[in-house]
């Protein structure tokens, strides 16, 4: 059983930092990109951050300078560094990841963590 374990949130006030850390557990043969999605009160989920096995990361422009997405992939571990933070940023951060179980390989299949949440007062 392939699952996704998120820790870090918290709360912080504006302009502190805070690092979310998100491990995949279980039979894993391959995971291909990883990412961190955040969802609102109110509003639909977004894309936060993103980085393919390779590296390369991609984020929205919201955060684009602020957060720092990392992985470790013999831990297979994606971070979120989280500097500057803006009471805007409050949300239900969730992570995400495409993995091949050793079940079935030849397919990826999409997993996400249970959520956590970061609150940033002003």
């Known amino acids: 059983q392939v699952q996704l374990v998120e820790s870090g949130g918290g709360l912080v006030q504006a302009g502190g930092s805070l690092t979310l850390s998100c491990t995949a557990s279980g039979s894993i043969f391959n995971i291909n990109t990883m990412a961190w999605y955040r969802q609102a009160p109110g509003k639909q989920r977004e894309l936060v951050a993103s980085i393919t096995s390779g590296g390369s990361t991609s984020y929205a422009d919201s955060v684009n300078g602020r957060f720092t997405v990392s992985r470790d992939n013999a831990k297979n571990t994606v971070l979120l560094q989280m500097n500057n933070l803006k009471p805007e940023d409050t949300a239900v951060y969730s992570c995400?990841?495409?993995?091949?179980?050793?079940?079935?390989?030849?397919?990826?299949?999409?997993?996400w963590g249970q959520g956590t949440q970061v609150t940033v007062s002003s």
């Open positions: 995400y990841a495409e993995i091949m179980p050793w079940a079935s390989t030849g397919y990826y299949t999409k997993y």
